[in-house]
Protein backbone atom coordinates (compact mmCIF):
# COMPACT_ATOMS: atom_id res chain seq x y z
CA UNK A 1 0.00 0.00 0.00
CA UNK A 2 1.12 3.77 -0.56
CA UNK A 3 1.73 6.03 2.48
CA UNK A 4 -1.32 7.95 2.70
CA UNK A 5 -1.40 10.77 0.65
CA UNK A 6 1.83 9.60 -1.35
CA UNK A 7 -0.40 9.47 -4.89
CA UNK A 8 -1.65 12.64 -4.39
CA UNK A 9 1.18 14.72 -6.04
CA UNK A 10 0.39 12.22 -9.39
CA UNK A 11 -2.97 12.73 -9.55
CA UNK A 12 -4.90 15.93 -11.17
CA UNK A 13 -7.06 17.96 -8.83
CA UNK A 14 -10.47 16.79 -8.40
CA UNK A 15 -13.64 18.65 -9.52
CA UNK A 16 -15.37 17.86 -6.55
CA UNK A 17 -12.88 19.88 -4.34
CA UNK A 18 -13.67 23.06 -5.99
CA UNK A 19 -15.97 24.25 -3.11
CA UNK A 20 -14.43 24.60 0.44
CA UNK A 21 -16.04 24.62 3.49
CA UNK A 22 -15.22 24.86 7.65
CA UNK A 23 -13.53 21.38 8.73
CA UNK A 24 -14.85 19.97 12.08
CA UNK A 25 -12.61 18.31 14.43
CA UNK A 26 -13.18 16.05 17.07
CA UNK A 27 -10.79 15.49 19.75
CA UNK A 28 -11.92 11.46 20.75
CA UNK A 29 -10.82 9.76 24.01
CA UNK A 30 -11.22 12.88 26.44
CA UNK A 31 -11.14 12.07 30.63
CA UNK A 32 -10.13 15.19 31.98
CA UNK A 33 -11.66 19.20 32.33
CA UNK A 34 -8.08 20.05 31.12
CA UNK A 35 -8.48 18.44 27.98
CA UNK A 36 -12.04 19.79 27.28
CA UNK A 37 -11.33 23.49 28.14
CA UNK A 38 -8.53 22.91 26.08
CA UNK A 39 -10.43 22.00 22.92
CA UNK A 40 -12.82 24.40 23.61
CA UNK A 41 -10.60 27.63 23.55
CA UNK A 42 -8.53 26.00 20.73
CA UNK A 43 -11.82 25.96 18.71
CA UNK A 44 -12.51 22.40 18.19
CA UNK A 45 -16.51 21.37 17.56
CA UNK A 46 -16.77 18.27 19.49
CA UNK A 47 -15.54 16.24 22.56
CA UNK A 48 -15.45 12.19 22.21
CA UNK A 49 -16.31 10.29 25.19
CA UNK A 50 -15.08 6.49 25.14
CA UNK A 51 -17.87 3.89 26.99
CA UNK A 52 -15.94 0.61 26.12
CA UNK A 53 -14.39 -1.25 28.75
CA UNK A 54 -11.33 -2.67 26.51
CA UNK A 55 -10.10 0.69 25.48
CA UNK A 56 -7.63 2.69 27.02
CA UNK A 57 -9.39 5.91 27.22
CA UNK A 58 -12.94 3.97 28.78
CA UNK A 59 -14.45 6.40 30.67
CA UNK A 60 -16.99 5.32 33.10
CA UNK A 61 -20.70 7.22 33.19
CA UNK A 62 -20.17 8.20 36.47
CA UNK A 63 -17.11 10.04 35.76
CA UNK A 64 -18.28 11.08 32.19
CA UNK A 65 -20.92 13.35 33.45
CA UNK A 66 -18.58 16.30 35.19
CA UNK A 67 -16.94 16.59 31.88
CA UNK A 68 -20.06 16.51 29.82
CA UNK A 69 -21.47 19.29 32.22
CA UNK A 70 -17.92 21.48 31.45
CA UNK A 71 -18.34 21.04 27.94
CA UNK A 72 -22.64 21.60 27.91
CA UNK A 73 -23.30 25.25 25.88
CA UNK A 74 -20.00 25.26 24.73
CA UNK A 75 -18.77 22.12 22.50
CA UNK A 76 -21.12 19.20 21.37
CA UNK A 77 -20.15 16.12 23.50
CA UNK A 78 -20.06 12.68 21.54
CA UNK A 79 -20.74 9.18 23.38
CA UNK A 80 -18.75 6.50 21.72
CA UNK A 81 -20.41 2.66 22.04
CA UNK A 82 -19.32 -0.20 20.62
CA UNK A 83 -22.03 -2.50 20.11
CA UNK A 84 -23.86 -0.80 22.90
CA UNK A 85 -27.19 -2.68 24.30
CA UNK A 86 -30.15 -1.02 25.05
CA UNK A 87 -29.45 -0.81 28.75
CA UNK A 88 -26.48 0.99 27.85
CA UNK A 89 -27.51 3.62 25.65
CA UNK A 90 -30.17 4.14 28.15
CA UNK A 91 -27.67 5.01 31.08
CA UNK A 92 -25.28 6.97 28.47
CA UNK A 93 -28.33 9.42 28.02
CA UNK A 94 -29.48 9.54 31.36
CA UNK A 95 -26.15 10.41 32.99
CA UNK A 96 -24.40 11.97 30.44
CA UNK A 97 -26.59 13.45 27.58
CA UNK A 98 -24.51 13.33 25.12
CA UNK A 99 -25.31 15.44 21.94
CA UNK A 100 -24.50 12.74 19.69
CA UNK A 101 -23.90 9.33 19.40
CA UNK A 102 -21.19 7.00 17.81
CA UNK A 103 -21.30 3.71 17.03
CA UNK A 104 -17.62 2.39 16.72
CA UNK A 105 -18.84 -1.59 16.49
CA UNK A 106 -20.77 -3.93 14.25
CA UNK A 107 -23.77 -1.95 14.21
CA UNK A 108 -26.23 -3.23 10.99
CA UNK A 109 -28.18 -0.42 9.17
CA UNK A 110 -30.95 -1.67 11.01
CA UNK A 111 -29.60 -1.23 14.91
CA UNK A 112 -28.10 2.00 13.56
CA UNK A 113 -31.76 3.07 12.56
CA UNK A 114 -33.08 1.60 16.15
CA UNK A 115 -30.26 3.49 18.20
CA UNK A 116 -31.09 6.75 16.14
CA UNK A 117 -35.32 6.07 16.70
CA UNK A 118 -34.30 5.30 20.50
CA UNK A 119 -31.83 7.60 21.46
CA UNK A 120 -33.70 11.04 19.47
CA UNK A 121 -29.86 11.63 18.63
CA UNK A 122 -27.95 12.06 15.55
CA UNK A 123 -25.93 9.43 14.90
CA UNK A 124 -22.35 8.81 13.27
CA UNK A 125 -21.53 5.49 12.00
CA UNK A 126 -17.84 4.23 11.91
CA UNK A 127 -16.77 1.97 9.64
CA UNK A 128 -13.27 0.13 9.30
CA UNK A 129 -11.02 0.71 6.08
CA UNK A 130 -8.34 -1.69 4.69
CA UNK A 131 -9.11 -1.35 0.98
CA UNK A 132 -11.60 0.86 -1.27
CA UNK A 133 -14.23 -2.17 -0.63
CA UNK A 134 -14.71 -1.11 2.42
CA UNK A 135 -15.57 2.19 1.69
CA UNK A 136 -18.05 0.94 -0.54
CA UNK A 137 -20.36 -0.67 2.34
CA UNK A 138 -21.12 3.08 3.74
CA UNK A 139 -23.69 2.75 1.09
CA UNK A 140 -25.96 0.53 3.19
CA UNK A 141 -25.83 2.97 5.84
CA UNK A 142 -27.24 6.19 3.62
CA UNK A 143 -29.97 8.13 5.09
CA UNK A 144 -30.03 6.02 8.35
CA UNK A 145 -26.49 7.67 10.03
CA UNK A 146 -26.22 10.87 9.78
CA UNK A 147 -22.08 10.78 9.13
CA UNK A 148 -19.99 8.02 8.01
CA UNK A 149 -16.47 8.04 9.67
CA UNK A 150 -13.79 6.43 7.91
CA UNK A 151 -11.18 4.58 10.36
CA UNK A 152 -8.72 2.28 9.84
CA UNK A 153 -9.29 -0.98 10.20
CA UNK A 154 -7.57 -2.72 13.29
CA UNK A 155 -5.77 -5.03 13.07
CA UNK A 156 -6.49 -8.88 13.57
CA UNK A 157 -7.21 -9.94 16.91
CA UNK A 158 -7.42 -6.24 18.17
CA UNK A 159 -9.61 -6.26 21.45
CA UNK A 160 -11.28 -2.36 20.66
CA UNK A 161 -11.85 -1.40 16.89
CA UNK A 162 -9.89 2.27 16.68
CA UNK A 163 -7.43 4.26 18.78
CA UNK A 164 -4.24 2.18 17.39
CA UNK A 165 -2.65 5.33 15.59
CA UNK A 166 -3.04 3.51 12.22
CA UNK A 167 -3.93 4.92 8.80
CA UNK A 168 -5.15 3.55 5.76
CA UNK A 169 -4.52 4.51 1.80
CA UNK A 170 -6.12 7.98 2.29
CA UNK A 171 -7.04 8.08 -1.53
CA UNK A 172 -9.87 5.49 -1.13
CA UNK A 173 -12.19 8.20 -0.43
CA UNK A 174 -10.83 10.75 -2.96
CA UNK A 175 -13.45 10.74 -5.57
CA UNK A 176 -17.05 12.18 -5.83
CA UNK A 177 -18.45 8.51 -5.48
CA UNK A 178 -17.85 9.08 -1.41
CA UNK A 179 -21.17 10.38 -0.11
CA UNK A 180 -20.28 14.17 1.79
CA UNK A 181 -20.19 14.92 4.30
CA UNK A 182 -18.09 12.68 5.78
CA UNK A 183 -15.21 11.99 8.71
CA UNK A 184 -12.22 10.74 8.91
CA UNK A 185 -9.55 8.89 11.40
CA UNK A 186 -7.21 6.78 11.75
CA UNK A 187 -3.41 7.87 12.73
CA UNK A 188 -4.09 11.25 12.52
CA UNK A 189 -1.42 13.70 13.98
CA UNK A 190 -0.67 17.48 14.10
CA UNK A 191 1.72 17.22 11.32
CA UNK A 192 -0.20 15.00 8.97
CA UNK A 193 -4.02 16.15 9.36
CA UNK A 194 -3.58 18.49 6.44
CA UNK A 195 -2.07 16.67 3.89
CA UNK A 196 -5.44 14.19 4.66
CA UNK A 197 -7.49 16.65 4.86
CA UNK A 198 -6.53 17.99 1.18
CA UNK A 199 -6.31 14.34 -0.43
CA UNK A 200 -9.89 13.28 1.18
CA UNK A 201 -11.80 16.28 1.28
CA UNK A 202 -13.25 15.10 4.84
CA UNK A 203 -15.74 17.40 6.49
CA UNK A 204 -14.64 16.20 9.63
CA UNK A 205 -11.53 14.89 11.63
CA UNK A 206 -11.25 12.81 14.17
CA UNK A 207 -8.40 12.50 16.54
CA UNK A 208 -7.32 10.75 19.59
CA UNK A 209 -3.86 8.85 19.75
CA UNK A 210 -2.19 11.37 17.64
CA UNK A 211 -2.51 14.09 20.05
CA UNK A 212 -1.81 11.81 23.37
CA UNK A 213 1.31 11.25 25.47
CA UNK A 214 0.36 7.72 26.26
CA UNK A 215 -2.38 5.82 25.69
CA UNK A 216 -5.54 7.81 27.09
CA UNK A 217 -3.37 10.92 28.44
CA UNK A 218 -4.18 13.50 26.17
CA UNK A 219 -1.15 16.41 25.59
CA UNK A 220 -2.75 19.84 25.37
CA UNK A 221 -0.11 20.98 23.13
CA UNK A 222 -0.48 18.28 20.77
CA UNK A 223 -3.96 18.66 21.07
CA UNK A 224 -3.82 22.88 19.92
CA UNK A 225 -0.94 22.27 17.31
CA UNK A 226 -3.90 19.17 15.98
CA UNK A 227 -6.33 21.78 16.01
CA UNK A 228 -4.63 24.65 14.46
CA UNK A 229 -3.53 22.50 11.34
CA UNK A 230 -6.75 21.18 10.99
CA UNK A 231 -8.22 24.23 10.81
CA UNK A 232 -6.00 26.18 8.94
CA UNK A 233 -6.82 27.71 5.40
CA UNK A 234 -5.62 25.96 2.41
CA UNK A 235 -5.55 26.82 -1.19
CA UNK A 236 -8.72 25.86 -2.93
CA UNK A 237 -7.93 23.43 -6.01
CA UNK A 238 -9.61 24.49 -9.11
CA UNK A 239 -11.54 21.78 -11.14
CA UNK A 240 -9.96 20.13 -13.81
CA UNK A 241 -9.99 21.71 -17.33
CA UNK A 242 -11.01 24.79 -15.47
Not at 117 to 142: E, F, P, Q
Request: charged share 25%; net charge neutral; proline share 9%.
Amino acid sequence: MAPPGRLLRARHPQPWKVCQVPVKVKICGVRTREIVDTAVDAGADYVGLVFFPNSPRYIAPDAARPLAETASGRIETVAVLVDPDDALIEDILATVRPGLLQLHGSETPDRVAAVKARSGLRVIKALGVATADDVAKAAAYRGIADMILFDAKAPAGSKHPGGHGLAFDWCALGGPSVERPFALSGGLDPDNVSEALAVTGASMVDVSSGVERAPGEKDPDLVRRFIQAAKAPSPLKKAVGS
